[in-house]
C-alpha cells in the first residue's frame, strides 16, 4: 500500500473562514510533507515534519497552520487565506532517513485543490 | 535559484516514439533523482527513480541516464503511447535534517503522445 489519502479533494473557501485539510497514510512513514502546487508549476515545498515533529518551515505564512497529530495523520489549517492561496496542495511522506540508505522515495497524494473567494 | 533545470518544457512526439526529458544540477549534495508522473487535477506519482553511483535504471518502457561527472540526468520513454501524455518533473533530493528529506523538482515537461 503506497497510498496517501488527502481530504477534501476540493475546497472553495471566503478569506475570512477558517478550514482544514486532512491527509492520512499508512505505510509507517515518519516524514510527511506539505507542498503547494500552482497551475504549470512544480510543487513548492511547504512544511515538513518529521516524527511528528516540525522541522521544515519554508517561509509560510502564518495564515497556514500545520498539525501532526500523530504518525499517520498530518493537517493543515487554513484562515484568512488570500485569493492567491488558490493552489492544489500536495500532501507527501516518505521513510524516514537513516544514515545513507535511498529506499525514501517520497508518496504524494492526490491532493485538495483550493479556490479562495 | 534554480537547483534542477529540465527541458525542453514541452515535448510532442509520435505515438510509438522515443520520448526524452533532460535534467541538469549544480549541488552535489543531492543523493537521490526520482522522476514524477503528473495528469491534469492528479498528485505527481513517482515513477522511477536512481541512485548518483548508478549509470542506468530501467523499468519497463522507463530509462533513467545519469552522468555524475556531468551532473545531468535523462529519462527516456520508449515505445511512447497516447496515454503517457502527462506533465514529467524530475527531482532532486537532498537530506535536510531531522529524518527528512528536500525534494527539488526540475519545472516540468509537458509530454503530449500524439497517435
Known amino acids: 500500500d503506497t497510498e496517501v489519502t488527502q481530504t477534501p479533494k476540493h475546497l472553495v473557501m471566503g478569506m475570512t473562514n477558517k478550514k482544514s485539510l486532512k491527509c492520512e497514510q499508512h505505510?509507517?512513514?515518519?516524514?510527511m510533507y506539505w507542498y503547494k502546487q500552482k497551475a504549470k508549476k512544480p510543487p513548492e515545498l511547504m512544511f515538513v515534519?518529521?516524527?511528528?515533529?516540525?522541522?521544515i518551515n519554508e517561509s509560510v505564512p502564518s495564515r497556514f497552520s500545520p498539525e501532526c497529530p500523530n504518525s499517520s495523520l498530518l493537517n493543515l489549517h487554513l484562515h484568512a487565506l488570500q485569493p492567491e492561496d488558490s493552489a492544489l496542495y500536495l500532501c507527501?511522506?516518505?521513510?524516514?532517513?537513516?544514515?545513507?540508505?535511498?529506499?525514501?522515495?517520497?508518496?504524494f497524494g492526490q491532493g485538495t485543490r483550493l479556490t479562495v473567494v | 535559484q534554480q537547483q534542477v533545470k529540465q527541458s525542453p518544457q514541452s515535448l510532442i512526439v509520435q505515438k510509438g516514439g522515443i520520448s526524452i526529458i533532460n535534467c541538469a544540477y549544480e549541488n552535489t549534495a543531492f543523493d537521490y533523482f526520482p522522476w514524477y508522473q503528473q495528469f491534469p487535477g492528479k498528485g505527481p506519482a513517482l515513477l522511477i527513480a536512481?541512485?548518483?553511483?548508478?549509470s542506468e535504471k530501467k523499468e519497463g518502457r522507463f530509462t533513467i541516464s545519469f552522468n555524475k561527472s556531468a551532473k545531468q540526468f535523462s529519462l527516456h520513454i520508449m515505445d511512447s503511447q497516447p496515454g503517457d501524455s502527462a506533465t514529467y518533473f524530475c527531482a532532486a533530493r537532498a537530506y535536510s535534517g531531522a529524518g527528512s528529506y528536500q525534494l527539488t523538482f526540475g519545472k516540468g515537461t509537458k509530454l503530449s503522445v500524439i497517435p
Open positions: 505505510m509507517g512513514h515518519r516524514a
Open positions: 515534519y518529521s516524527y511528528e515533529k516540525l522541522s
Open positions: 507527501a511522506s516518505s521513510r524516514q532517513v537513516v544514515g545513507g540508505q535511498t529506499n525514501t522515495e517520497a508518496f
Open positions: 536512481i541512485r548518483p553511483d548508478v
